[in-house]
T-cell receptor, first 113, second 113 residues
Framework: QKEVEQDPGPLSVPEGAIVSLNCTYS??????FMWYRQYSRKGPELLMY????GNKEDGRFTAQVDKSSKYISLFIRDSQPSDSATYLC?????????????FGRGTQLTVWP | ETGVTQTPRHLVMGMTNKKSLKCEQH?????MYWYKQSAKKPLELMFV???????ENNSVPSRFSPECPNSSHLFLHLHTLQPEDSALYLC????????????FGPGTRLTVL
């Protein structure tokens, strides 16, 4: 069983739509949850970070963590063509001092005008 | 230059060639990472260096040989690669505490003929 499962898509939505991206995981030791955004021909960049359970909001982006279900989500409100990218979920456990990250496969998102 | 840089950005090599990938970080971080990113697969952690010392080798074949001469530079020496080694190779760096954002470079797109 893979550590982190993420539907690779592709996902295509019209501008202004609400986008929901999700990951599930199997390791209950994971405490840190991240979403990275990767534009074409670029490296991943950190978009959102959440520790343990709960919600975190940053502008049009909301990250949710449900540790009881081992399920994390990223919501994008009022999506824009500039949001078109691959979104990678990543997570790590508390004991990893070097912050070893376990990644999902990434979901490719296209927002069309 | 700022952030994490990688050279070359693109590399095409034959199976008998020897080449090297270079990564440089200008962020004062002490930990550096090599990842392999293949289509539709999660990022695969290859090597981890902390203060120039290799702390993790994630069962990577010996045809990949890392080198970390100092905390700012990381190399990946390649020899007798296989076509299945074609991928995007990403370098990342971070500071040493348990959670900190990993900063990624733009990657080297490697094609093995």
């Amino acid at each position: 069983q893979k550590e982190v499962e993420q539907d690779p898509g592709p996902l295509s939505v019209p501008e202004g739509a609400i986008v929901s991206l999700n990951c599930t995981y199997s390791n209950s030791a994971f405490q840190y949850f991240m979403w990275y955004r990767q534009y074409s021909r670029k490296g991943p960049e950190l978009l959102m970070y959440t520790y343990s359970s709960g919600n975190k909001e940053d502008g049009r982006f909301t990250a949710q963590v449900d540790k009881s279900s081992k399920y994390i989500s990223l919501f994008i409100r009022d999506s824009q063509p500039s949001d078109s990218a691959t979104y990678l979920c990543a997570m790590s456990d508390r004991g990893s001092t070097l912050g070893r990250l376990y990644f999902g496969r990434g979901t490719q998102l296209t927002v069309w005008p | 230059e700022t952030g994490v840089t990688q050279t070359p950005r693109h590399l095409v090599m034959g199976m008998t060639n020897k080449k090297s990938l270079k990564c440089e970080q200008h962020l004062g971080h002490n930990a550096m990472y090599w990842y392999k990113q293949s289509a539709k697969k999660p990022l695969e952690l290859m090597f981890v260096y902390n203060f120039k010392e290799q702390t993790e080798n994630n069962s990577v074949p010996s045809r990949f040989s890392p080198e970390c001469p100092n905390s700012s530079h990381l190399f990946l020496h390649l020899h007798t690669l296989q076509p299945e080694d074609s991928a995007l190779y990403l370098c990342a760096s971070k500071t040493g505490s348990s959670y900190n954002e990993q900063f990624f470079g733009p990657g080297t797109r490697l094609t093995v003929l």
